[in-house]
């Protein structure tokens, strides 16, 4: 168990909605980082949050937003959903310092139908 | 901007013996981070073993040892008397450091390792 919890574990919807996906950090982390994992285009850094201000952007999509909490929970919020944004939507944290691994979460699986 | 490749989609190995996944990395920095993530059946993403750039020695992790050349940016990961647990993806990923902090990782295409009983 890494100690990063992801909410929900499946997620199903249709086009054009949207979806709100949870992350809590393991307990101490400061950082927290969101990545797509999609069949073609491998994994992909979307967004990191340090300590709830934004520090690192990615592939991320307008149509996409995240935020990081007082609590230092975060959310990735995907409107406007398209069959492509079809995947599995990780969560990592890390520590403070350069030599801190990140740990992931178990996924957010996301279908779009 | 940095890019990771790993040219081997697949590989398999016979159980109990030893296999190396190749990596390469194209980058200008002289300070970075390497590791390799297992990603099993279950999906979770889980840390293998990581290698700073300033150090020349090799990591170790128990059955698993990187060969880390940083002049030609390879970064080769071999795992020894594999076992029917070590079925997974595989995944290159490079780090560049944030400041005084953790960057974000890029990843590798990943290499699908299957080990035969």
Same mark, same amino acid.
């Given at each position: 168990?890494?100690?990063? #919890? ?6 199903? #919807? ?64 995907? %409107? ?5 944004? %079809? ?12 030599? %801190? ?6 996924? #957010?699986?996301?279908?779009? #139908? | 901007?940095? *890019?990771? *490749? ?31 993530? $297992? ?14 750039? @300033? ?22 990961? $071999? ?10 993806? @595989?995944?290159?990923?490079?780090? $560049? ?7 974000? +990782?890029?990843?590798?295409?990943? *290499?699908? +390792?299957?080990?035969?009983?």
């Amino acid at each position: 168990d890494s100690g990063v #919890t992801q909410t929900p574990k499946h997620l199903i #919807t249709a086009t054009g909605q949207r979806v709100t996906l949870r992350c809590s950090p393991r307990s101490g982390d400061l950082s927290v980082y969101w990545y797509q994992q999609s069949l073609d285009q491998g994994l992909q850094f979307l967004i990191q949050y340090y300590n709830g201000e934004e520090r690192a952007k990615g592939n991320i999509l307008e149509r996409f937003s995240a935020q990081q909490f007082p609590d230092l929970h975060s959310e990735l919020n995907l %409107s406007s959903l398209e069959l492509g944004d %079809s995947a599995l939507y990780f969560c990592a944290s890390s520590g403070a310092f350069q030599n %801190s691994p990140l740990h992931f979460g178990n996924g #957010t699986r996301l279908t779009v #139908t | 901007a940095q *890019t990771v *490749t790993q040219s081997q989609p697949e590989m398999s190995v016979q159980e109990a013996e030893t296999v190396t996944l190749s990596c390469t990395y194209d980058t200008s920095e002289s300070n970075y981070y390497l590791f390799w993530y $297992k990603q099993p059946p279950s999906r979770q993403m889980i840390l293998v073993i990581r290698q700073e750039a @300033y150090k020349q020695q090799n990591a170790t992790e128990n059955r698993f040892s990187v060969n880390f050349q940083k002049a030609a940016k390879s970064f080769s990961l $071999k795992i020894s008397d594999s076992q029917l647990g070590d079925t997974a993806m @595989y995944f290159c990923a490079f780090m $560049k450091p944030d400041g005084g902090s953790q960057g974000n +990782l890029i990843f590798g295409k990943g *290499t699908k +390792l299957s080990v035969k009983p």
